[in-house]
């Protein structure tokens, strides 16, 4: 995804609910291009799959799984998406868990906005390594815990 950078936009500059706005694509195709490379499947099965690591709730614990590994500046845009005034949670979905979301969305726009594209294909892969340790356990292929 590095050739598609392209910004000279300052991320500093935009509100929290504009950058989960672009975060919200960027994470999006972060799990899309994931799951094309490691899945030749059929695309409603595939769609199926990418829901389920875009929804609110899947974004909330990948937060608690990178947060420890951000810096304080990343911590600070997390929090400005957080509690952005105007994000509403749907029906469906826990506000603590959309507001979090909504954070890390803020982070990815950030992060795209800068050209950061090693520091997000890091987070990324942060998220995707403990959701394919927690899988491996529901499997009970983790040893003993």
């Not at 997000?120 to 959701?131: D, R, V």
Request: charged residues 20%; contains cysteine; aromatic residues 8%.
């Amino acid at each position: 995804m590095q050739e598609f950078h392209h910004s000279n936009c300052d991320p500093k500059l935009l509100s929290p609910g504009t950058l989960a706005f672009l975060g919200d694509a960027v994470y999006e195709l972060f799990v899309r291009q994931n799951l094309v490379e490691t899945a030749n499947m059929p695309v409603n099965k595939l769609h199926l799959l990418a829901v389920e690591k875009v929804r609110a709730s899947f974004q909330s614990n990948a937060y608690a799984i990178i947060e420890p590994q951000l810096t304080e500046e990343e911590q600070t845009i997390w929090k400005r998406g957080r509690n952005a005034s105007g994000v509403k949670a749907p029906k469906h979905a826990d506000a603590v868990e959309y507001r979090r979301a909504t954070g890390l969305e803020a982070l990815f726009g950030y992060l795209f906005l800068q050209g950061r594209m090693d520091r997000l294909e890091e987070l990324f892969q942060l998220i995707l390594s403990a959701g394919e340790a927690e899988a491996m356990v529901c499997a009970g292929m983790g040893g003993p815990l």
